[in-house]
């Protein structure tokens, strides 16, 4: 998802995704590790979805890239070799039916995608709400437009709104942003502001704080007008310089950078505005993971801040 759609099909998909999802606390010494993508609990196997198998390694300090080119079985002899010198007794595992798609210590407790959106429901906004949201297996970017604050800047047509972002499987913490809608073409900035706000998943307090939460985040929602007023001013000379430079800043994987060209593509002219869609165009290339739309929504966002 990426275009305008209602909160009732958000809470669709995301009831359908959690069905057979369930998490449990687990005995280290119950643990073998067949190979990097299968281990046994208890003899019982399952498969290891790929965060969950960076997760062990990182855990178990064995450098994934290495334990990836292992032959299976030498992937098991140093996962068992080091699971075994694991501090706690018990490992929290998130499962999605048979599968393992995240590992935690014992102290990690989960805010789930489905709290948040209830959490929601309960603050009023209800299921006709209009939201833009990139939704996958590990990582939801939901973003709410409030139109009563929208404006208007050479004939473009923006509404400020809340961004909101969680990972059930630990991509992320749980982040309240300051959020632009473009409307002409649906694109989405996350924008930095001095009170984005964001929670480690050691508890549920932020569903408590959620109002008072957003309430602040709120205020500050009309503060990138004037920056995207100069942006639309700002000349580059070099646009596919200026965006190189800013792929290699910001870290931009492959895929990333293919969906910037292909933003690139249809917001190109010469000014830092141009730039900043081409990023924010990108997240909605289809078939892109729902943790790199929410980068390159930020990283308009971040590049915006730099527009003075």
Not at 150 to 164: E, V
């Amino acid at each position: 998802m990426q275009k305008l759609v209602t909160l009732e099909k958000v809470f669709d998909r995301v009831d359908k995704m959690s069905a057979q999802c369930h998490d449990h606390h687990v005995d280290v010494k119950d643990i073998d590790f067949e190979s990097l993508d299968s281990i046994r609990l208890s003899g019982t196997p399952h498969p290891v979805r790929p965060v969950a198998q960076r997760s062990f390694a990182n855990r178990l300090g064995i450098p994934f890239p290495y334990l990836r080119r292992c032959p299976e079985e030498i992937q098991a002899a140093n996962l068992n070799h080091w699971i075994n010198q694991e501090k706690n007794d018990q490992l929290f595992i998130r499962f999605d039916g048979d599968e393992i798609r995240a590992v935690f210590t014992p102290k990690y407790t989960p805010v789930d995608n489905f709290e948040i959106l209830e959490r929601l429901d309960s603050l009023g906004y209800g299921p006709d709400t209009k939201v833009q949201c990139s939704l996958d297996a590990e990582f939801l970017s939901l973003s709410i437009p409030d139109g009563r604050k929208a404006f208007d800047i050479n004939g473009d047509r923006f509404k400020p709104g809340i961004s909101i972002s969680n990972s059930e499987v630990g991509l992320a913490s749980l982040t309240i942003s300051a959020f632009v809608l473009r409307l002409v073409c649906t694109n989405g900035l996350i924008a930095r502001t001095g009170i984005s706000a964001s929670y480690r998943h050691v508890s549920t307090r932020i569903l408590k704080e959620f109002p008072q939460t957003i309430e602040t985040v709120s205020k500050e929602l009309g503060a990138q007008q004037r920056q995207f007023r100069i942006s639309m001013e700002a000349p580059v000379d070099n646009p596919m310089q200026t965006m190189d430079s800013f792929n290699r800043q910001f870290a931009v994987s492959a895929q990333e950078k293919e969906a910037v060209d292909w933003g690139w593509s249809q917001e190109s002219g010469k000014t830092m505005f141009n730039i900043i869609q081409a990023y924010t165009r990108a997240a909605q290339m289809e078939g892109l993971p729902a943790e790199s739309s929410y980068r390159l929504q930020r990283i308009g966002g971040d590049i915006l801040d730099m527009v003075t």
